[in-house]
């Protein structure tokens, strides 16, 4: 585990304090006794810093959207406390409730929302997620967005990208498209001091990058989530990010649902043509 925590810490206990970066003993293991030292003492202060504002529930978005539209659009979205809208005041708010009502409003269909993120989890625990749907369950389109508890909990990227790799085929089995948000830089994280931001901004940019190409090569559309999104997180922190300065807040789930928009609708096959940082199997993408 890391220098700072004895055994393996609960998901629960790095959802509220991922940003203390479990990973740092991995990348910081040769480093002189002085510079660990340091790094423990960041941790210890990013921990106080984030706490637990948020408790550990996100509002429950999932219902029937813009019935009046007919011909429903089943959406499904897997993965962590981003994907389940943990930081949102409002179900509206939340990833899953903004993609709904975008795509409702693009497509001219209705849509019906089912949430089965789950706070706190790590790639591994898609399958999970996975297991909790009925076996008849059909969606047209998954979204799925994780990797940040992969980063704080120290999980290898191959690791990570297996379980990944699994979700999409599984989705991809029932007949759904995929669209993957891949793992947000933690280097926009405020609460974390230098070095240890730069550190986690390495290690989560490694893990985007991984899950991008193993998307791909499995068929599912791709969103780079550090280069459409996350320059907003870095340069409006206290607009973008809820109480805790962790997770989004209802405009930083609106900026990451926009931004996740095109490939989702490409995907339904509603447009062809999507912006930098979308990626398409087979094409590479577009930026």
């Not at 991922?18 to 510079?35: H, N, P, R």
């Not at 399958?127 to 940040?148: D, N």
């Not at 780079?224 to 109480?243: C, D, R, W």
Request: net charge positive.
């Amino acid at each position: 585990m890391s220098v700072w925590f004895k055994g393996r810490v609960s998901s629960k206990h790095l959802t509220r304090a991922g940003v203390a970066l479990a990973v740092v003993s991995g990348l910081a293991g040769g480093t002189a006794y002085g510079a660990r030292e340091l790094l423990q003492r960041q941790a210890a202060q990013a921990r106080r810093a984030i706490g637990k504002p948020l408790g550990e529930q996100a509002p429950s978005a999932d219902r029937h959207y813009k019935k009046k539209y007919g011909e429903p659009v089943d959406l499904l979205v897997l993965g962590d406390s981003v994907a389940a809208g943990l930081g949102a005041e409002k179900p509206k708010h939340t990833l899953g409730g903004r993609l709904a009502r975008g795509i409702a409003r693009e497509a001219g269909r209705s849509v019906r929302l089912r949430t089965a993120a789950v706070v706190g989890s790590e790639s591994s625990m898609l399958a999970g997620q996975l297991a909790s749907l009925p076996a008849s369950y059909r969606p047209h389109v998954a979204v799925i967005v994780v990797g940040g508890n992969d980063v704080t909990h120290r999980v290898p990227v191959s690791e990570s990208v297996r379980h990944l790799a699994d979700a999409i085929d599984e989705l991809r089995g029932r007949g759904a498209e995929v669209v993957v948000g891949t793992c947000p830089d933690l280097g926009a994280l405020r609460p974390v001091p230098q070095p240890l931001r730069a550190l986690g901004s390495r290690a989560s940019r490694q893990l985007a990058a991984a899950q991008r190409s193993t998307a791909l090569q499995r068929g599912a559309r791709v969103v780079s989530l550090a280069h459409v999104v996350g320059p907003f997180f870095i340069t409006n922190p206290e607009e973008m990010f809820s109480l805790d300065r962790f997770h989004p807040s209802a405009h930083g789930y609106k900026r990451t649902a926009k931004a996740m928009l095109p490939s989702v609708l490409a995907a339904l096959g509603v447009v062809e043509a999507v912006p930098f940082g979308h990626h398409a199997p087979g094409v590479g993408g577009s930026g």
